[in-house]
């Protein structure tokens, strides 16, 4: 008899416990982190408290094991968010982090996102089979080495074939800017606006493979980086041929021998940061035509600046819904954009992958666009994400 009631009892216990409201627990996240969380949790979770780039959120105890993996599979987070057993500890963790940015540079550029009407019709002009033909040009030249005959030729190519873009734009004009240190020169195309204010995106112009011999190597440097330079080139072509008027100065970079250390971009950006140049964004694209990953673009975090990577995952999230995105580290300052971070400008570097899944063949005679198979369907999102970016930062 005794025993039948425990049994009684223990069942109306866990019945009890199976209808009770799941426990609630209080967590703080990356602000980054909510939009992406709310949508996968809905009534689960409530945003009690926000500051600064961190939100003080209550949610189900049942939630959290799943948030952790998203965490870890979209933003590449171990855990990604900090767990507190009172209210009171959550406030004094959410308090230190306003004290922390209270010290934070104040944002760049406004990036609310405003300019809709604009962005969508100029996203739908984006061809793949321009990209294409850049990327195939481009890689056609032995190599596109900072010293070699070539890679004069190749930027030569490069600024006549952006000249021949503008040739209509009185308010357009392209230079080869000289380095005095080796014969590649940089290319870089301005549309003039209004303001001082400018808005770059670039991306390296030359290749590189071997270790002796790399003036004669063969390094075709498909994906690296004649798939950026096209990109930017169909950027380039879609606000031309769309008549967009800007109201700030666009500027677009070719970098001569960034893959013997950023020696291209390290000179152009220190020389307009003594100049005192009002620069509001810079977008890197260094590889943009080969997809390693399940993820299809990944911002770079370190040698950026987070708030304008936050603004970018707000153009993809609007602009190109169907395209999945998250973030990830180089380790190291792997591109042009370390140089513009370097001198204090807000850089970012949306990449083709993660890096655990780059594309092996870069630096080789194996960095041909039949890696990507013969088309740039990956890359015609990096010109609909960079046409967006130039867009929305200009009104
Ligand atoms: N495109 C690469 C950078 C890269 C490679 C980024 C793989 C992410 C994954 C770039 O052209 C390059 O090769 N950079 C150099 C560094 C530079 C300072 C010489 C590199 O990564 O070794
Ligand atoms: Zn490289």
């Known amino acids: 008899m005794k025993n039948s009631l425990k049994w009684i009892s223990l ?10 409201a799941p426990s ?13 969380s709310n949508k996968l949790f809905g009534q689960k979770m409530k945003a009690v408290k926000k500051v600064g780039g961190i939100s003080l959120i209550e949610i189900d105890e049942d939630a959290l094991l799943q948030l952790s993996h998203e ?6 987070r171990c855990g990604g968010y900090m767990l507190h057993d009172s209210l009171e500890d959550a406030l004094a963790s959410i308090n230190a982090v306003e004290k922390r940015n209270f010290a934070k540079s104040a944002p760049f550029a406004d990036y609310a996102l405003t300019a809709e009407d604009e962005v969508t019709p100029l996203i739908g002009q984006v061809s793949e089979k321009n990209i294409t033909n850049v990327i195939k040009k481009l890689s056609s030249y032995r190599n596109r080495y900072y010293k070699s005959e070539t890679g004069l030729q190749a930027a030569k190519w490069i600024s006549e074939k952006w000249a021949s873009l503008v040739t209509n734009r009185s308010d357009a004009s392209v230079e080869l800017y000289q380095h005095a240190r080796w014969k590649q020169p940089s290319v870089i195309l301005t549309i003039k606006g ?9 991306g390296h112009l030359d290749s590189i493979a071997g270790f002796w011999g790399r003036e004669r190597a063969h390094a075709p440097g ?4 004649a798939s950026g330079i096209a990109t930017i080139t169909e950027i380039i072509r879609v606000l031309v041929e769309t008549d967009f008027k800007p109201t700030k100065t666009l500027k677009f970079m070719g970098y001569a021998a960034e893959e013997v250390g950023l020696l291209g971009s390290k000179e152009i950006a220190a020389e307009m940061k003594a100049e005192g140049a009002n620069i509001i964004g810079v977008m890197q694209l260094d ?3 080969f997809k390693g990953s399940d993820l299809d673009i990944v911002m770079m975090t370190d040698y950026t600046n987070q708030q304008q990577n936050e603004f970018i995952g ?4 609007k602009y190109l819904p169907t395209v999945s995105w998250g973030y990830d580290r180089c380790g190291y300052g792997c591109s042009d954009h370390a140089s513009w971070h370097g001198q204090g400008y807000p850089a970012s570097m949306p990449f083709e992958a993660k890096k655990n899944d780059m594309n092996n063949n870069i630096h080789t005679s194996r960095d041909t666009i039949e890696q990507s198979r013969g088309g740039s369907n990956h890359a015609a999102k990096f010109a609909k994400l960079g046409l967006s970016f130039v867009v929305e930062l200009d009104r």
């Open 11 to 20: 069942s109306l216990l866990l019945s009890a416990n199976i209808f009770a």
């Open 24 to 36: 609630k627990k209080l967590i703080t996240i990356d602000s980054d982190a909510v939009n992406f």
């Open 71 to 76: 965490m870890h599979e979209k933003f590449n």
């Open 194 to 202: 209004e303001s001082e204010e400018t808005i770059i995106v670039g």
């Open 222 to 225: 498909a994906d690296d980086n």
């Open 287 to 289: 590889m943009t035509n």
């Open 314 to 317: 707000t153009l993809l999230d």
